[in-house]
């Protein structure tokens, strides 16, 4: 079956209803295709930048930090909780993944091939064209890619996206004592609210592998060598 017949039998059925389901799919069906069709006539992508500059990025080489990624061991609840999820289920949520691709590649700065690998390795759902873009376009070195500026900061998207911590406790179990409101960044809470919901920071839960505002700036520093030459 064909993407055009695929659009067409979605623009059939959505006659008359209401809400963007079907556009929705519609747009991630286009988004696949334009994968599909970047992978084919750049096959080199899957490992090496799009964009010619990227090749010289200053990125940095951490066995260490990537795999406190790869294990949900970062100090930050809301991506611990998708690594974990991932390495348990073969599957997160696509928030999920922006906001750990962006961590790895911009706070850490470890080449987005590591992180492409890891999925690659690890989603049920996993396709070669998606993985290479969707890693690409997070880094900054692909086609059409965010702002090499937009760095998500974890703790205002667990905030947005996980507010009464659902997703966190689920798969952070060593915080699920933790009160809502300091669920996620436990590392602000206070002495007496960790002591309560027994946790030692860095000991039963691990402390943030860098601060947010350091990590952000370190990667503008990166990318701005990159921008200027």
């Known amino acids: 079956m064909s993407p055009l ?6 623009r059939h059925a959505d006659e008359g209803a209401s809400g963007k389901g079907a556009e929705n799919f519609l747009s991630e069906l286009g988004w696949r295709e334009f994968c599909a069709q970047l992978l ?14 990227f090749a010289d990025f200053p990125w940095r080489e951490s066995q260490s930090d990537l795999k406190a990624w790869q294990t949900g061991q970062t100090g930050y609840p809301i991506v611990d909780a998708a690594m974990r999820q991932l390495w348990e289920t073969g599957w997160m949520p696509n928030r999920a993944r922006m906001v750990v691709a962006s961590f790895l590649t911009k706070h850490l700065l470890i080449p987005w091939p590591e ?3 890891w999925f690659w390795d690890t989603l049920v759902d996993a396709d070669l064209a998606n993985n290479a873009s969707n890693w690409q376009w997070v880094a900054g070195s692909g086609a059409d890619a965010a702002p090499y500026f937009r760095i998500f900061n974890p ?3 667990s905030e947005k996206f996980d507010p009464e911590g659902e997703y966190i406790r689920r798969w952070v179990p060593e915080l699920k004592d933790l009160e809502s409101k300091d669920l996620h960044a436990p590392f602000e809470a206070s002495a007496s609210s960790l002591s309560e919901a027994g946790i030692d920071l860095g000991k ?4 943030p592998m860098i601060e947010h505002s350091k990590g952000r700036q370190r990667a503008l520093d990166a990318y701005d060598k990159v921008k200027n030459g």
Do not use: C, M, N, S
């Open 115 to 117: 992180g492409a690998d």
């Open 204 to 207: 039963t839960y691990p402390k």
């Open 5 to 10: 017949q695929v659009y067409r039998a979605v």
């Open 40 to 53: 084919f006539h750049f096959p080199h992508t899957t490992a090496k930048p799009l964009k010619e500059q």
């Open 155 to 157: 703790i205002l998207q």
